[in-house]
């Protein structure tokens, strides 16, 4: 079973930084590429970044294109987001998501993530 | 704003058949298929279809979809409560997957 696991959520002052993970299983994490989606709260579903499948190419929304790095793991089956410069349009929860071929296919259950002074 | 407009509200009584619309551009959904998810607050959103109409077997088939240029729709047949949800479309545009903004399903 395909299984998708969100953390590193919490509150964060405004400029401040944090580093969200995602821990894959039920699948070969290594051959897929990935995703981070993020939902502000009453709003809709945004797309965030994605990421090869071997960590060489990424690519970011321009609302966090300088502030926000994806990476990954392959070894440990994890997918992180590390976030810096953070502002209070960054509060959202936090989905990964997994691609598989030209589709996104599983979604975690996301991570909170407030920032606030 | 979205890439791709939605309306951010339908609605339905059970049994009847309702529509949620999906408009982009020839940079995407021109170019490229669409997929469908259903998100209930608090849970992994669920993919609906893919490759433009292609269901997973645990979608019932009251659920469809239809593609015509740059514009696509989802379809929900027989509504029933456990539909209530927010739906949204996908596709790619310029290598970056965008979403629409939403649409909240309310069955009454």
């Known amino acids: 079973e395909v299984q998708l696991v969100e953390s590193g959520g919490g509150l964060v002052q405004p400029g401040g930084s944090l580093r969200l993970s995602c821990a894959a299983s039920?699948?070969?994490?290594?051959?897929?590429?990935m995703h981070w989606v993020r939902q502000a709260p009453g709003k809709g579903l945004v797309w965030v970044s994605r990421?090869?499948?071997?960590?060489?190419?990424?690519i970011y929304a321009d609302s966090v294109k300088g502030r926000f790095t994806i990476s990954r793991d392959n070894a440990k089956n994890t997918l992180f987001l590390q976030m810096h410069s953070l502002r209070g349009e960054d509060t959202a929860v936090y989905y990964c998501?997994?691609?598989?071929?030209?589709?996104?296919?599983?979604w975690g259950q996301g991570t909170l993530v407030t920032v606030s002074s | 704003q979205s890439v791709l407009t939605q309306p951010p509200s339908a609605s339905g009584t059970p049994g009847q058949r309702v529509t949620i619309s999906c408009s982009g551009s020839t940079s995407s959904i021109g170019s490229d298929s669409v997929n469908w998810y259903q998100h209930l607050p608090g849970t992994a959103p669920r993919l609906l279809f893919y490759g433009n109409n292609q269901r997973p077997s645990r979608v019932p088939d009251r659920f469809s979809v239809s593609k015509s240029g740059t514009s696509a729709s989802l379809a929900i047949s027989g509504l029933q409560s456990e539909d209530e949800a927010d739906y949204y479309c996908a596709t790619w545009d310029d290598g970056r997957w965008v979403l629409g903004g939403g649409t909240k399903l309310t069955v009454l």
């Open positions: 039920g699948f070969t994490f290594s051959v897929h590429w």
């Open positions: 998501a997994r691609q598989d071929y030209v589709d996104v296919d599983y």
């Open positions: 990421i090869s499948s071997d960590g060489s190419d990424t």
